[in-house]
T-cell receptor, first 112, second 118 residues
Framework: SQQGEEDPQALSIQEGENATMNCSYKTSINNLQWYRQNSGRGLVHLILIRSNEREKHSGRLRVTLDTSKKSSSLLITASRAADTASYFCATDDIGANSKLTFGKGITLSVRP | GAVVSQHPSWVICKSGTSVKIECRSL??????MFWYRQFPKQSLMLMAT?????????EQGVEKDKFLINHASLTLSTLTVTSAHPEDSSFYIC??????????????FGQGTRLTVV
């Protein structure tokens, strides 16, 4: 069953602005991951945050994790038109043997 | 980074025929691979877990006789859609964790296969 729920479901911003996407989940996790998917393509791993971490950075990406609220956020700073894509959170649930559970996804449009 | 190659990237077939999709890990061994199905503008739905040397594990509601999975080697898993019908038209994606499954790892995804059954 899908447990990752992202919001908003669609986000449109101007190039240069920051984009914030949120994800909530329901179970206990080993880690939470964010993926990006360009239209009609496979998924590309962006960043992984472990259950004992609260914040992680990678380039223009910043991810936070609040296990007490079972939520995560992905911040993309100084967005570019090339960031236009769908973004999914995925949880690696405890006991799921690396079987990821994906959220419904957020469609991000960055206007040039 | 690790590469997972999926082939073909798209296929059109006639109703009633079977289609085979390959998923290869190019620079690492994958004892486990996952097969997903994705409908337009929707999330990924896990279909089955492919296990090298043993039978695949199917998710609830997925017909194992319809979607045959064979994990022939440590670098290759295949998904065969048998007697395909138009409702099987979808985007199929495979993935593989780079490390053994008892480690929490990121997954590497294939490019996906767009199947259209006419």
């Amino acid at each position: 069953s899908q447990q990752g729920e992202e919001d908003p479901q669609a986000l449109s911003i101007q190039e240069g602005e920051n984009a914030t996407m949120n994800c909530s989940y329901k179970t206990s996790i080993n880690n939470l991951q964010w993926y990006r998917q360009n239209s009609g393509r496979g998924l590309v791993h962006l960043i992984l945050i472990r259950s004992n971490e609260r914040e992680k950075h990678s380039g223009r990406l910043r991810v936070t994790l609040d296990t007490s609220k079972k939520s995560s956020s992905l911040l993309i700073t100084a967005s570019r038109a090339a960031d236009t894509a769908s973004y999914f959170c995925a949880t690696d649930d405890i006991g799921a043997n690396s079987k990821l559970t994906f959220g419904k996804g957020i469609t991000l449009s960055v206007r040039p | 980074g690790a590469v997972v190659s999926q082939h073909p990237s798209w296929v059109i077939c006639k109703s009633g025929t079977s289609v085979k999709i390959e998923c290869r890990s190019l620079d690492f061994q994958a004892t486990t691979m996952f097969w997903y199905r994705q409908f337009p503008k929707q999330s990924l739905m896990l279909m089955a877990t492919s296990n090298e040397g043993s039978k695949a594990t199917y998710e609830q509601g997925v017909e194992k006789d319809k979607f045959l999975i064979n994990h022939a080697s440590l670098t290759l898993s295949t998904l065969t859609v048998t007697s395909a019908h138009p409702e099987d038209s979808s985007f199929y994606i495979c993935s593989a964790p780079k490390l053994p499954s008892f480690f929490s790892t990121e997954a590497f995804f294939g490019q996906g296969t767009r199947l259209t059954v006419v």
